[in-house]
């Protein structure tokens, strides 16, 4: 292929434009994912709203292939291609809270520890996710799991309004009053239907101090613990959240020496309410068995957002499977149990969502987001810190989520590799799916928006 022409974008434009001999171009076309390698043609970093415009119109001219990135966060890299162009939307980091109407907008570039960073000033939280440096762009776009969904439900549950670029380069607004068939469309249906600029959401009391972390025990506990644990969560209230995590214990400040590289099964809590009524609540857990390391502590709830900033990090290669299961019966434990004490990789960790509480009381069909009844969601994941050991660590994950097949409910869409048409039309259940093709027909019929999990707007397949 001859240099690209961008005569046609340059003019005016306020970002960045990088060709592949640009100094910047090589951080800019990384994604989290260390696995995923990918060299576009031209990387557009927009600066505002009229950069997207214009660098959508400019694709649309010269037929180039068109990724979006927000946070870049992507499990299989759907946020970077070779050749074609890449919409960058990171320096779009405007955030802006009305502490007294409990609302905020973001743009499209905000990471979510600094969305919390900002509404944290005001004691205020948007639910959205586990890790600081993910993207609020494609989080809530899939529809946002999080600490705080048992009290406030999804990142999509507060979501008011979006600013979106359709693939024609129109600016469009969409809430609950305007244009509601793409609110609900976006709500769950990802980057199918345009690119959303910013988001605006309402904001709930949190914190700033909650009782929040983990409690380990030795992996051989596990069956224990999460026989427990299942009775223990079925009273739990809303303000209480659980994720369990089997790993090797990381070599951690705060983890003992003699525990280090040790397999151990933890439940990290976080309590979205009084932090003496989180004691209370946590109580008959941390009396359970005799835990190695208890960590379930009053703190800033921005350092809890954090906890699990280290385990993920920029360029590791991940490998990543999901499920969600109604519950966690003697069969399914079992398995787990067994998976678990194969992990070999020092990085592998993978968490089990506690799921229900209000994100369950939202109906099915209200948003496009698929598998609001789910018992727990399975984030069967492998890490390794190179490309060594990572086949042998994937093989892991495929086979423990095989094991668990028979048990499957549903998918969260954000939580997909690349796994075909099938399991996107699983995510979200052939009512909601014929629903999503039919709204991606009337926004972008020539599918210009495609590297995403993908929804055709055929109407067969
Ligand atoms: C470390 C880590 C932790 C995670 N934790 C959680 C969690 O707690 N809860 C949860 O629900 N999910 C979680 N996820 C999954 C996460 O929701 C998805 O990976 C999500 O896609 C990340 O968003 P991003 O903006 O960083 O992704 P990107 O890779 O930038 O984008 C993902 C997809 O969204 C599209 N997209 C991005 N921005 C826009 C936009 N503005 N307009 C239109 N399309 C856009 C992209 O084209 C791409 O298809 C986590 C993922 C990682 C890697």
């Given at each position: 292929m001859g240099a690209l022409d961008i005569a046609g974008l340059q003019d005016g434009f306020r970002g960045e434009l990088l060709r592949p001999e640009d100094p910047g171009y090589e951080d800019a076309r990384r994604v989290w994912n260390g696995s995923i390698s990918r060299f576009p043609a031209l990387i557009a970093r927009c600066a505002g709203v009229a950069d997207v415009i214009t660098a959508v119109r400019f694709a649309r001219d010269t037929g180039l292939l068109v990724a979006v990135r927000g946070g870049g966060h992507s499990f299989p890299g759907l946020s970077v291609c070779d050749g074609g162009l890449l919409i960058d939307l990171s320096p779009m980091k405007g955030i802006r809270v009305d502490p007294e109407a409990r609302t905020v907008t973001a743009q499209a570039g905000v990471l979510l520890g600094e969305l919390d960073r900002e509404t944290q000033a005001f004691g205020l939280a948007v639910p959205s996710g586990i890790v600081t440096h993910t993207g609020l762009s494609g989080l809530t776009l899939g529809g946002g799991i999080n600490w705080l969904m048992r009290k406030y439900g999804l990142t999509i549950d507060q979501l008011l309004s979006v600013d979106l670029i359709t693939a024609d380069g129109e600016f469009v607004k969409a809430s609950a009053s305007e244009n509601p068939d793409l609110f609900w469309g976006v709500r769950g249906g990802g980057g199918n239907f345009g690119i959303v600029t910013q988001f605006e959401f309402r904001l709930n009391p949190v914190g700033p101090i909650v009782l929040a972390g983990p409690i380990f025990w030795p992996m051989e506990e596990s069956p224990n613990v999460l026989r427990f644990y299942r009775e223990w969560i079925a009273e739990a209230p809303d303000e209480l959240m659980t994720i369990v995590v089997h790993r090797k214990a990381p070599p951690l400040p705060f983890v003992p020496l003699e525990l280090h590289g040790k397999l151990v099964v933890s439940v990290v809590c976080c309590y979205a309410g009084p932090v003496e009524d989180g004691e209370k609540a946590v109580k008959p857990l941390k009396a359970f068995g005799s835990p190695v390391l208890d960590l379930c502590v009053p703190k800033p709830f921005l350092a809890h957002q954090a906890m699990f900033d280290l385990s993920f990090q920029h360029g590791w290669w991940y490998y990543m499977r999901a499920c969600d299961v109604a519950e966690l019966t003697d069969e399914v434990i079992d398995i787990t149990v067994d998976h678990s004490l194969r992990i070999n990789s020092p990085l592998t960790a993978f968490p089990i969502w506690q799921r229900g509480g209000a994100a369950a009381r939202?109906?099915?069909?209200?948003?496009?987001?698929?598998?609001?009844?789910?018992g727990h969601t399975f984030n069967i994941t492998a890490v390794t810190a190179?490309?060594?050991g990572f086949d042998q660590e994937r093989e892991w994950v495929r086979n423990f989520w095989s094991a668990l097949e028979p048990y499957h409910t549903s998918v969260y869409v954000n939580f997909l590799m690349e796994e075909g048409g099938e399991r996107i039309r699983q995510a979200y259940g052939a009512d909601k799916y014929d629903r999503l093709k039919a709204l991606k027909r009337r926004y972008d019929p020539d599918n210009f928006?495609?590297?995403?999990q993908n929804i055709g707007p055929a109407a067969t397949a």
């Open positions: 939202v109906g099915e069909d209200e948003t496009a987001f698929g598998g609001r009844s789910a190179t490309g060594e928006f495609r590297l995403n």
